[in-house]
């Protein structure tokens, strides 16, 4: 009895840990642990209930984790249950039974259901807890991929992922400077928000992975796919296999598994879906616990773990936060050599039991990308908190979060060069200086080496190429490269350059109607030297508040000497925007890859808006070209443009139509 009791408490445990994961998952907060952490507990849990007899009320093996999205509340005409998950492909073989079906990326962000009628959006409703979503319609227009008028007139229902692109996650937080852990961490959180235009920003795609209803006898899920993509929908990479067999599976699981590792997938994956063919035959499956057992299987990869022994934490500070990050003797995982990995928090260490030097760890490439340490089988020494910031050898404090008691290292200097990670990513990113080859995690390395106190101190990382091709995952040849950007970056736009330090309230846009008012001395000039804060209030959708928050930036001492600064190290170009020409007069265009013939492909960008044309980020209904010299390419924006039609040019097809 003693033993049920013990094994029925271990349950209650692990529950609670799991439901307050899923918690932070489907809410937009920081998660909590990884899917191989997650997997491990269900499991054990899966196998508790199986060996007491007992079946806790909120256990997840029989609930539905829910996002709790405020709003009204709608219950689903077809209940979006969850699907059936393994790590095994003979349980793929085994569920399919011989007959064709389809594979397709399970997508990571959050599902929601579309519906449509008499050829018009009616509503947009998140999964919930299966049976009952958020009704979040007012934000429909905010989100890329659902359109409010299709040529189908009928009752059509369609479930479908909202996620953000790696290239759109990682320029919102370089321009926000807000932190988020992921891409489905922010689109999570963007979906609690009330302003449509706010999320907007965000780039959410909504890319839909089944037809769930059409009043069309469509009994073929390819052939629905193929419906939803008449109707101008862009759907989820699927392909079909005939006979799945073991064979077959393995070698598709295969190849679709190398567009992650070999980071090709532009979106958030955490797995792939198979799904029959035959609908009619789907539908006659059965619901087991909130899992309908024909409407598709996911299969989830499983992580391969190894293990090795630490040699030491090294702690890395980045903006607010001194994070611990393991240093390991090293090991191959999905055909790489990984010697570190990040350990999160001093709460994370703790629940780990991490020692120092010699501690024996179990580590593993969670969703085959990120190194995590799972496990320590033997701690050795002492886990020790360092009392000085690495950066600026200020005193640390630990602080622990009010919501979760989560611990972190905190660096108690304001001026930190490490808690201006945030900016320095802004000012190296593409909207910015357009730096290649440095990314916020390699400005959190240089930092902590000490080499960037400011934004001028980028461009001097060429003093540092010894000493950067020494640096654990870096060469000769990563150094050439950061040297040869740099070079690259030093011409430098002006709107570019003021939307790159980083102004409060200072977007591309706002930078954009400054300089069409000023020239660039002059407008820096101005906001030096004017007592007046809102001297620039009456230039056209700038105001008092932009305005003054300008001013103000400009009226710092420390901000004018890092400007005076970094003028010594570039060269600014003037792009008041005077249009000289109307070859590309009221034409819009995408632009993607790499260019040649012009510097960069701002100076691409600049050409076409001085012959009155217009250039966006994403391809739609509303492009008119798409120019990307590899015009082959399977990527996300070439893929968009051949669905919709658009035509792709090279650089050579674009001079000989649009150029000089």
Known sequence: ?????????????????LNDAAETYYNGQNEIMTDFEWDAMFDEVKRLEKETGTVLSDSPTVNVSADETAGEKEAHEFPALSLAKTKKIDDLVKWAEGREIWLSWKLDGLTLVVTYDHGRRQKVVTRGDGHIGTNITHLADALQGIPEKIPEKGHLVIRGEAVIAYEDFNDFVAESGEDYANPRNL?????????????????????PFTCVHTDHEILSWGERMAFLEK??????????????????????IARWTEKVTAGINPYPVDGLVIDYDDAAYAETGSVTGHHATRAGYAYKWA????????????????????????????????????????????????????????????????????????????????FQIPAVCPVCGAPTKIHQSPASDTETLKCTNPDCAAKKLKKFTRFVSKPGMDIDGISEQTLSRFI????IRTNADIFRLGDHAEEIAQLDGFKEKSAENIKASLEK??????????????????????AKKLLSAYSFAELIHTAETSEDPEVFSSIDGIGPEKSAAFVHWFHEEENQKDLQDLLQEITVEESNAVQTGAKCQDLTFVVTGDVHHYPNRNALKAYIESQGG?????????????????VTSTSSKNTAAKRLQIPILSEEDFLAKFGA
């Not at 009330?194 to 890319?207: G, L, N, P, S």
């Not at 109707?231 to 598709?252: M, W």
């Not at 995982?333 to 260490?349: D, F, H, M, P, Q």
């Not at 217009?614 to 590899?630: E, F, H, Q, R």
């Open 448 to 451: 902590n080496e000490g080499w």
């Open 303 to 382: 992580d391969e773990a190894a293990e090795s022994t630490l040699d030491h934490i090294e702690w890395s500070c980045a903006a607010s936060t001194i994070t611990p990050v393991a240093v390991f003797e090293p090991v191959e995982l999905e055909g790489t050599t990984v010697k570190r990995a990040s350990l999160c928090n001093i709460s994370e260490c703790r629940r780990l039991g991490m020692g120092g030097k010699g501690t024996v760890l179990d580590v593993i490439k969670a969703n085959k990308i990120i190194p995590k340490i799972i496990h320590v089988r033997k701690s050795e020494g002492t």
């Open 614 to 630: 217009k250039v966006t980020g994403s391809v739609s209904k509303s492009t008119d070209y798409l120019i990307n010299n590899d």
């Open 1 to 17: 009895m003693d033993q049920q009791n013990e094994k029925i408490e271990r349950m209650r445990q692990l529950v609670q840990k």
């Open 231 to 252: 109707q101008g929908f862009q759907t989820v990479d699927h392909e079909r296999i005939k006979e799945p067999s073991y064979e077959n599976l393995q070698a598709c």
């Open 187 to 207: 689109a999570s959180g963007s979906l609690t928000l009330k302003d449509a235009e706010e999320v907007k920003k965000r780039k959410i795609h909504w890319i």
């Open 489 to 510: 970056s030093r011409k430098a736009e002006d709107r570019r350059l003021i939307f790159a330090l980083s102004i409060p309230l200072i977007g591309p846009d706002v």
